[in-house]
C-alpha cells in the first residue's frame, strides 16, 4: 500500500476487502487493461473475477444474498478498481445504483425478485435518465409512459446507457402523466420503470431496442448505448416503488451515490497517473542525472501527491456522511467536483513528465489521459455540481438581516 489516499478507522473486514480487491487489480486487471482498452474488448474474465469476490452484491443486504456493506466500503473499492481500469468502475457502478434504487424504493416483490441474483451477478442493472437532447436537464425528459389496462406502454429514445448491451435489468426514467392535472411540476410526473430484456444488441424485447455500442475517446471497453422504446409494454408491477410520480426523487437519490462513485472513480485514475508520473520520473534521466531530481518536476510531483490526497479525503467524508444517514449532497457535489477536476489535473501533469513517451499507445499515461475527461461529465457535469454547491450553501449560510 502507498502512503496516499489511505483511510483511518477501517474495519479488519473492510482491510481484508480492499486488500483483495487490490491485489486482484494488480494481477488481474493492470496486466491486461491497456490492451483490451486499446480493442475497445469488452472485460469478461475481469468481470467474472469481481463477480467471485462477490463485488456485485457488496452493498446488497445479507438477507438478499449480498455482503452488506457500506458506501464507504464500496467507494473504496470502487477507487482500487478505477485504479486498475476505470472502464470495469463503471460497470460496477451502473449495477450497483440500480440495487441502492432496489434496496431504498423498491417493493418487497421487487427487492425479493432481483437482489438476490443482482448479488450473485446473475442479472446486470443499468440505469438511464438522459435522452439526446437532455444533457443534466432532467426536467425537460420527452420519453413517455401511459397506463393501458395492467400493463404501461413506454415510447421514447434514452442515451449514454453505460452496460446497456450487457445488461439484464434497467431502470428507466420516464414521464407518466396520468393522474396529475396540467400545472404538475415537471418532476412530480416522472416514474422509474424496472425493465427486464435479454442481454445484447438489435432487438433485444419486443419493443425495446439498443442499437449498438456508441464510440467514445475513451471509456472504452464498456459498452454505452441508446435505448429505443416503441410501444414497449412494461406490467405496473414493474414500477418502481409500486406507485408513480416519485421517479425523479428515486433517481436523484441514486445519483447521488453515483456522484461519490464518480468522485472515488477520480481518486483511483489520479492515484494510478501519480504512480506513473514518479515512477517514470526516478528512470528518465535528462542533464545526466534523474527527471526527479529537477526541482521543476519535484514540484509537479507534490502538487500531484496534494491532489490525490485531498481528493481521497472528500471522498471519504461524502461516503460517510451518506452511510450515517445524512443528507450528503453538498459533500457528494464537491467530492465529485474536486476528484474528477485533480484527476484530469493530475493526468496531465503525469503525461507532461513522460514528454513524448506519453503521446505514445506503449505508454499507460496514455489511456488514462483518454479516460479523465469521462470524469468531468459523469453524473452532472463541473458546472451542475458548482450550481448544486451554490444553493445548498444559500441555504446553510441564509442571510438573516
Not at 500500500?1 to 494481477?27: C, H, P, Y
Not at 444474498?65 to 476505470?86: D, F, N
Not at 402523466?177 to 419486443?206: I, N, Q, W
Request: aromatic letters at 8%; proline letters at 3%.
Amino acid at each position: 500500500m502507498s502512503r496516499l489516499a489511505q483511510t483511518a478507522g477501517l474495519t479488519d473486514i473492510q482491510r481484508e476487502i480492499l486488500a483483495t480487491v487490490r491485489d486482484f487489480v494488480d494481477k488481474e486487471i493492470l496486466p491486461v487493461a491497456t490492451e483490451l482498452e486499446h480493442r475497445d474488448e469488452y472485460p469478461t474474465r475481469i468481470v467474472d473475477g469481481l463477480r467471485e469476490l462477490g463485488l456485485f452484491g457488496l452493498m446488497i443486504p445479507e438477507e438478499y444474498g449480498g455482503l452488506g456493506e457500506s458506501l464507504l466500503t464500496y467507494a473504496l473499492c470502487v477507487e482500487e478498481i478505477a485504479r486498475g481500469w476505470m472502464s470495469v468502475s463503471g460497470i460496477i457502478n451502473t449495477h450497483f445504483i440500480v440495487a441502492y434504487l432496489l434496496k431504498q424504493h423498491g417493493t418487497e416483490e421487487q427487492r425479493a425478485t432481483f437482489l438476490p441474483r443482482m448479488a450473485a451477478g446473475e442479472v446486470r442493472g443499468a440505469f438511464s435518465m438522459s435522452e439526446p437532447g437532455l444533457g443534466s436537464d432532467v426536467a425537460a425528459i420527452t420519453s413517455k409512459g401511459i397506463r393501458d389496462g395492467d400493463s404501461y406502454v413506454l415510447n421514447g429514445q434514452k442515451m449514454w446507457l453505460t452496460n446497456g448491451g450487457t445488461s439484464s435489468l434497467v431502470a428507466v426514467l420516464c414521464r407518466s402523466d396520468e393522474g396529475h392535472p396540467e400545472d404538475t411540476a415537471p418532476h412530480r410526473s416522472m416514474t422509474t420503470f424496472l425493465v427486464e430484456k435479454e442481454p445484447g444488441f438489435g432487438e433485444v424485447r419486443p419493443g425495446l431496442t439498443i442499437p449498438g455500442k456508441i464510440d467514445k475517446m475513451g471509456y472504452k471497453g464498456v459498452d454505452t448505448t441508446e435505448l429505443i422504446m416503441d410501444g414497449l409494454r412494461i406490467p405496473a408491477n414493474r414500477v418502481l416503488g409500486g406507485a408513480t410520480g416519485r421517479g425523479f426523487y428515486q433517481m436523484m437519490d441514486g445519483v447521488e451515490v453515483g456522484r461519490v462513485n464518480v468522485a472515488a472513480r477520480g481518486c483511483g485514475v489520479a492515484q494510478r497517473a501519480f504512480e506513473l508520473g514518479v515512477s517514470y520520473a526516478q528512470q528518465r534521466h535528462t542533464f545526466g542525472k534523474p527527471i526527479a531530481q529537477h526541482q521543476a518536476i519535484q514540484f509537479k510531483l507534490a502538487e500531484m501527491a496534494t491532489k490525490v490526497e485531498a481528493a481521497h479525503a472528500m471522498m471519504v467524508n461524502a461516503a460517510r456522511k451518506k452511510d450515517s444517514g445524512e443528507r450528503n449532497d453538498l459533500e457528494a457535489g464537491m467530492a465529485k467536483y474536486l476528484a474528477s477536476e485533480y484527476c484530469k489535473e493530475v493526468v496531465e501533469d503525469a503525461f507532461r513528465i513522460h514528454g513524448g513517451y506519453g503521446f505514445s499507445k506503449e505508454y499507460e499515461i496514455e489511456r488514462l489521459y483518454r479516460e479523465a475527461p469521462m470524469l468531468l461529465i459523469g453524473e452532472g457535469t463541473a458546472e451542475i455540481q458548482k450550481m448544486i454547491i451554490g444553493r445548498r450553501l444559500l441555504e446553510e449560510y441564509r442571510f438573516q438581516g
